[in-house]
């Protein structure tokens, strides 16, 4: 069983920084795509950025030259580096993955994708 789990949503001023965590756990997996999306309340779940074979993407145009995304392949972990918080930032962040997983020792496999559980990000004025 694949996992992810979030980490260092906060309260933070406005002008603050903040970092995101994600890392995919368990066995028998590779990893595709990972990305980091956001729900501010009252809102439909937006696509912030993204990792994968395409490269580093930030996708929101209203966090473009304040937000970065990177990946640790070593680690299975993604990270969200978030500067110049505004509070119209103040989101639930989910971590997003797209997932390979061997489901047999002749290698067979299945493609199955994982959402994390949402860390809260609350920047104020």
């Known amino acids: 069983q694949v996992q992810l789990v979030e980490s260092g949503g906060r309260l933070v001023q406005a002008g603050g920084s903040l970092r995101l965590s994600c890392t995919a756990s368990?066995?028998?997996?590779?990893?595709?795509?990972m990305s980091w999306y956001r729900q501010a309340a009252g809102e439909q779940r937006e696509l912030v950025a993204t990792?994968?074979?395409?490269?580093?993407?930030v996708n929101a145009e209203s966090v473009k030259g304040r937000f970065t995304i990177s990946r640790d392949n070593a680690k299975n972990t993604v990270y969200l580096q978030m500067n110049s918080l505004k509070p119209g930032d103040t989101a639930v962040y989910y971590c997003?993955?797209?997932?390979?997983?061997?489901?047999?020792?002749?290698?067979?496999?299945?493609?199955?994708?994982?959402w994390g559980q949402g860390t809260l990000v609350t920047v104020s004025t």
């Open positions: 368990g066995s028998g997996f590779s990893i595709n795509v």
């Open positions: 997003h993955a797209s997932l390979r997983v061997v489901v047999n020792v002749e290698g067979a496999y299945r493609d199955i994708e994982r």
């Open positions: 990792s994968g074979s395409g490269g580093d993407i």
